[in-house]
Each structure stands twice: as structure tokens, then as C-alpha cells.
């Protein structure tokens, strides 16, 4: 099953309707064909971050996209639920390098002298890009152009031949933005073999220059720059579309079809689902963090919510408790949920508490889950305690432990009301826009106590008196309603099955295949492709 939120999706004529924002990832708006938009595709795969992918058909853009602040240019960057957007492609792609700095490949080098370089590489190629685009046009005299375009090319020969241990620009391990600006068009130039424009190309004499031709076959063989690369067919058919029109646009579904620019599935987001025969070790992940947990789990939703929210992707296993094997039991947390662990299980991280918070401290993205600011720091602390001695009376509920657990749960309720009525502006806890780990970490438990209505534990249900707490209530509605939380959100019905089974076997644990079918689940988990 594909993640819709990852889903190419193909925007051209009466399809061209504005799509809901993504609630987890960034949305690129651009052209599969278009070099501008390939830097920031290229940027988002080499730094290995998932993104959703709207490829646009010029001719049929409607007014909304012409909104959107680039006037109707690509590439767009829109941030998860439309919290903001970038454009201009050198801005894209370092805004993505940026965001993203926690990433072990940055496309910017952090040493100031060859980030340096870099950028004197990068001006070199905004002089080398008109030249480009004299040749697909068929601008001015070959002679001329080709003479003109030769200072620039023999710099790129010259900085290249000067490496003494790898073929990528000023001797680095990997492409920096001096590989990554100059490729897309450097490769569509060489496309133009076998065009009407194959006469411009041939004054460029580019077989002249054996070092960056050497590396622009380095660049071809790079499996992540691979997946972004322009298609030679397409582009072959744009420039005799363009020679045939006239005019000089990027449509889809002529010379560019649709399955070819399908993005595929992810491998390492996959969701893993262990249970029986199927409880095997997975093999170590490569690229992201590795949530172990199961779907229903309150402890495990806090994480999965800290990462939604701050736009991180994570593969998810989700663990049938009562097949955990030996290998599971002896890892760091004994067999209890959740258990992150780093790419190339370089460590795992266990409670609940501690994940979501060094979720929040290891990736420095916009979001902040727990603030800066001391006093309000403080506060979600305090809410956060708070939190603590409610979660108990929780379980006392479930678990029918005392016959006025109902007062109690009555007491704490009224104090996380109080606490909501101080807001003047915000919808969160602490008057905040956004939640924090106060909203976070109650949000799980709260959420399943309303569960229990229509349940055996109906009787529990009706004593608490929810109507009593208006600005509570209030609140949980404006958690459901955020894009990002629903996406962790606990089913209710699949909650009601585990309640069920509970009651009937006695026995309190979380299982999968029975009620927690993965297509029960309307909420699916975050960050997965495709379901095994």
C-alpha cells in the first residue's frame, strides 16, 4: 500500500485542482524535465529525505498556481501543512540543505574555505547556464557561441583536473552544490546529440574536455543522483516540440509520460509488521531511524507524533507482543515499547519520555516540541508532570482497579480545564499556536479514555461527566483536526477490539492480526511506501 502523502502527484488540465496540504512532508511543485527543479530533487535524494513530488504542465496552470509567490515558476517548496513556501531554485535547494542539517551529507561543506570554493563554482555555472540555453534555442552564431562558452568550460576542466583523489568538484567525497547546480544542465546540453540543436553542441567541442566529461559520468552512475535524473527520451521530445511550436514550454502527458516519473517506494520506509514466524530480526537501516511499537500503543504515539510534527521520516515495526522472541526481549528496553534506533543501529534509545525528547533535541528543525523560552519551558514541564499522575488513573479504568477511579479522573481533568482557560489566543496548552509535549504526551491516554464509551467500561465513561470540561473537550478537537497528529492518531475501532479481547482473555496486551488488521487502521502509520 502506497503512503498517499508520498504520491507523485500529476497536475495537468482539468486535473490541475489545488491539492490538500501534506500533513508530513514537504511538496516540491515543478517539471520532471526542468533543470531548475532537478537541483532541489536531486538535493532532497542525495540528503536521502523523503518529499511528495507535484509534477505541473505548464500550459494549463490555473490562477491558484500562479499564487502560490513564484508567479507560476517552478521550483515551489511548500512545507508540511502549508506552513510555508520557498522559491527560487539555488534558495530551494539550500533551504533544503539547511533545514535538514542534521543530516550526515550536507550539499554545503560546514569547512568555510571549500564552502567558499563552492559558491565561486556555483557563479561559474549561473555564467555557463545561458549558454545552454543559446544552444537549445539556437541563439546567435555557433561559431560565436561556442568560442564564448569556452573560457567557462576550460575553468571546469582546469578545477577538475586539479583533484588528486575523487572526480567530484574541488576533491570532495560527494557532490556538493557545484556538482549539483551545474549536472542538470550540463546533461540536457549533451542531450541535444541527435536534435536540430546538435550543430550548436558540436561547436562546443566538449569531447575536449576529458575531465569533465569523466565527471559528468561519475554524476550519471550516482544511484541517488539517478533517481531525479532527466529523462534523454523526454527531453529529446521536448525540443521537437518546441522546434515544431515554437514555443518553448514543459508540458505533460505528450513527450512526458506519466509512468516514467512515477516516483517509486521507498525501501527503508516500509513498515515492518513482526508477528510469529514473521518475528525475525530486520536487517540493519541504512537511512533513517527505526521505531519499534505497536499502532495502539499511547507511549509509542507520543514519538510518532513528535516526529510527525517536526517533518521527520522514521521507519516504522510494529511489534505482536505476544510473539516477541529472545532477540526483542534482550534488546536495551527488555521488550517493552518504544525503542528508536538510529541508522546502522549506531545506538536505541528506550522510555517513552526520553525518545520523544531526544527526538525533539537531535533533529533541529522549525518545530520545537518542548520550548527555549525558560518560563514556558518550565510550564510544559509542569504540564507535563501533570500528565504523569493522570496516566495511572488511566489504567486504573481500564483495568477496573478502583470503583471511584471515576472522581479521581474528574480531579485531574479539572485541572488541565483551568490550565485551558487561561488561553487568550491559542488553541494548545500554555496559550501556544502549536502543540508542545504538554498537548503531546496527554493527548494518547486522553484520547483512549473517550475510547471507552460504548464499551464495558461504558459505566466509567459516563461518571467522568466530560460535558463538565468544555475547554478540554475543546481541545482534543483541535488535536483530532491536526493534519499531522491524525496521521498518528489511534483507531477507535481497532482500540475497541484490543478493549474486547482484554476483557474476554484477561490477559492485557497488544496484538496484531486480529483486531489491529493493518487495513482496519484508517490512520495509517507515517513514513511508509508500501506495507509488508
Same mark, same amino acid.
Given at each position: 500500500m502506497e503512503d498517499q502523502n508520498l504520491k507523485t502527484l500529476w497536475l495537468v488540465g482539468d486535473d490541475f485542482v489545488q491539492p490538500s496540504p501534506n500533513p508530513v512532508y514537504m511538496r516540491l511543485y515543478g517539471h520532471p524535465l526542468c533543470p531548475y527543479v532537478e537541483r532541489s530533487r536531486m538535493t532532497f535524494h542525495l540528503k536521502e529525505i523523503p518529499f511528495q513530488f507535484c509534477c505541473v504542465?505548464?500550459?494549463?496552470?490555473?490562477?491558484?498556481?500562479?499564487?502560490?509567490? @513564484?508567479? *507560476?515558476?517552478?521550483?515551489?517548496?511548500?512545507?508540511?501543512?502549508?506552513?510555508?513556501?520557498?522559491?527560487?531554485?539555488?534558495?530551494?535547494?539550500?533551504?533544503?540543505?539547511?533545514?535538514?542539517?542534521?543530516?550526515?551529507?550536507?550539499?554545503?561543506?560546514?569547512?568555510?574555505?571549500?564552502?567558499?570554493?563552492?559558491?565561486?563554482?556555483?557563479?561559474?555555472?549561473?555564467?555557463?547556464?545561458?549558454?545552454?540555453?543559446?544552444?537549445?534555442?539556437?541563439? *546567435?552564431?555557433?561559431?560565436?557561441?561556442?568560442?564564448?562558452?569556452?573560457?567557462?568550460?576550460?575553468?571546469?576542466?582546469?578545477?577538475?583536473?586539479?583533484? /588528486?583523489?575523487?572526480?567530484?568538484?574541488?576533491?570532495?567525497?560527494?557532490?556538493t552544490f557545484a556538482d549539483i547546480f551545474l549536472f542538470p544542465h550540463f546533461t540536457r546540453l549533451t542531450y541535444l546529440e541527435g536534435t536540430k540543436c546538435e550543430p550548436y553542441l558540436k561547436e562546443l567541442k566538449l569531447e575536449s574536455y576529458p575531465h569533465l566529461m569523466k565527471w559528468h559520468k561519475k554524476m550519471l552512475d550516482h544511484p541517488k543522483v539517478q533517481k531525479s535524473l532527466c529523462c534523454k527520451e523526454a527531453f529529446q521530445g521536448f525540443v521537437k516540440d518546441m522546434k515544431e511550436t515554437g514555443v518553448l514550454t514543459l508540458k505533460l502527458g505528450t513527450y512526458c509520460d506519466k509512468e516514467k516519473f512515477t516516483a517509486p517506494a521507498e525501501p527503508n520506509l516500509l513498515i515492518l509488521r513482526l508477528k510469529d514466524e514473521t518475528f525475525v530480526k530486520p536487517p540493519v537501516n541504512p537511512q533513517y531511524m527505526r521505531l519499534y511499537g505497536h499502532p495502539l500503543c499511547p507511549y509509542v504515539e507520543r514519538s510518532r507524533m513528535t516526529l510527525g510534527l517536526k517533518g521527520v521520516p522514521f521507519q516504522f515495526v510494529q511489534i505482536d507482543f505476544p510473539s516477541r522472541p529472545d532477540w526483542f526481549k534482550n534488546m536495551e528496553s527488555a521488550g517493552r515499547v518504544p525503542l528508536l534506533e538510529l541508522p546502522n543501529e549506531e545506538a536505541r534509545i528506550n522510555e517513552s519520555a526520553v525518545v520523544a525528547q531526544f527526538i525533539d533535541e537531535y533533529y533541529q528543525?522549525?518545530?520545537?516540541?518542548?520550548?527555549?523560552?525558560?518560563?514556558?519551558?518550565?510550564?510544559?514541564?509542569?504540564?507535563? !508532570? /501533570?500528565?504523569?499522575?493522570?496516566?495511572?488513573?488511566?489504567?486504573?479504568?481500564?483495568?477496573?482497579?478502583?470503583?471511584?477511579? !471515576?472522581?479521581?479522573?474528574?480531579?485531574?481533568?479539572?485541572?488541565?480545564?483551568?490550565?485551558?482557560?487561561?488561553?487568550?489566543?491559542? @488553541?494548545?496548552?500554555?496559550?501556544?499556536?502549536?502543540?508542545?509535549?504538554?498537548?503531546?504526551?496527554?493527548?494518547? $491516554?486522553?484520547?483512549?479514555?473517550?475510547?471507552?464509551? *460504548?464499551?464495558?467500561?461504558?459505566?466509567?465513561?459516563?461518571?467522568?461527566?466530560?460535558?463538565?470540561?468544555?475547554?478540554?473537550?475543546?481541545? $482534543?478537537?483541535?488535536?483530532?483536526?491536526?493534519?499531522?497528529?491524525?496521521? @498518528?492518531?489511534?483507531?477507535?475501532?481497532?482500540? $475497541? *477490539?484490543?478493549?474486547?479481547?482484554?476483557?474476554?482473555?484477561?490477559?492485557?496486551?497488544?496484538? =496484531?492480526?486480529?483486531?489491529?488488521?493493518?487495513?482496519?487502521?484508517?490512520?495509517?502509520? =507515517?513514513?511508509?511506501?508500501?506495507?509488508?
Open positions: 504542465d505548464f500550459p494549463s496552470r490555473p490562477q491558484w498556481f500562479k499564487e502560490l509567490g @513564484s508567479e *507560476g515558476r517552478v521550483p515551489v517548496l511548500e512545507l508540511p501543512n502549508n506552513k510555508g513556501r520557498v522559491i527560487e531554485s539555488a534558495v530551494v535547494a539550500q533551504f533544503v540543505d539547511d533545514y535538514y542539517c542534521k543530516c550526515y551529507y550536507q550539499a554545503f561543506p560546514k569547512d568555510p574555505i571549500v564552502k567558499a570554493k563552492v559558491k565561486i563554482a556555483i557563479e561559474k555555472v549561473n555564467s555557463f547556464v545561458p549558454f545552454f540555453y543559446k544552444c537549445l534555442k539556437e541563439d *546567435g552564431e555557433k561559431a560565436e557561441v561556442g568560442e564564448a562558452a569556452k573560457p567557462i568550460l576550460e575553468w571546469f576542466e582546469a578545477s577538475l583536473k586539479s583533484n /588528486k583523489k575523487t572526480e567530484y568538484f574541488l576533491d570532495q567525497e560527494a557532490p528543525t522549525p518545530f520545537k516540541a518542548m520550548p527555549e523560552e525558560a518560563f514556558l519551558k518550565a510550564w510544559v514541564k509542569v504540564v507535563m !508532570a /501533570k500528565v504523569d499522575g493522570f496516566v495511572p488513573l488511566f489504567y486504573k479504568a481500564l483495568k477496573e482497579e478502583d470503583e471511584n477511579v !471515576a472522581e479521581a479522573i474528574r480531579t485531574s481533568l479539572t485541572w488541565f480545564e483551568n490550565k485551558l482557560k487561561e488561553n487568550t489566543c491559542g @488553541s494548545y496548552f500554555l496559550n501556544q499556536k502549536e502543540p508542545t509535549f504538554a498537548d503531546i504526551f496527554f493527548f494518547p $491516554h486522553f484520547t483512549r479514555l473517550l475510547y471507552f464509551e *460504548g464499551t464495558k467500561l461504558n459505566k466509567v465513561f459516563e461518571e467522568i461527566k466530560f460535558k463538565d470540561f468544555p475547554r478540554v473537550m475543546l481541545w $482534543h478537537e483541535t488535536m483530532k483536526k491536526n493534519p499531522t497528529v491524525q496521521v @498518528s492518531l489511534c483507531d477507535k475501532e481497532a482500540f $475497541h *477490539g484490543f478493549l474486547e479481547d482484554y476483557k474476554s482473555t484477561g490477559v492485557l496486551t497488544l496484538k =496484531l492480526g486480529t483486531y489491529c488488521q493493518f487495513k482496519s487502521l484508517k490512520n495509517t502509520p =507515517l513514513c511508509f511506501s508500501q506495507f509488508i
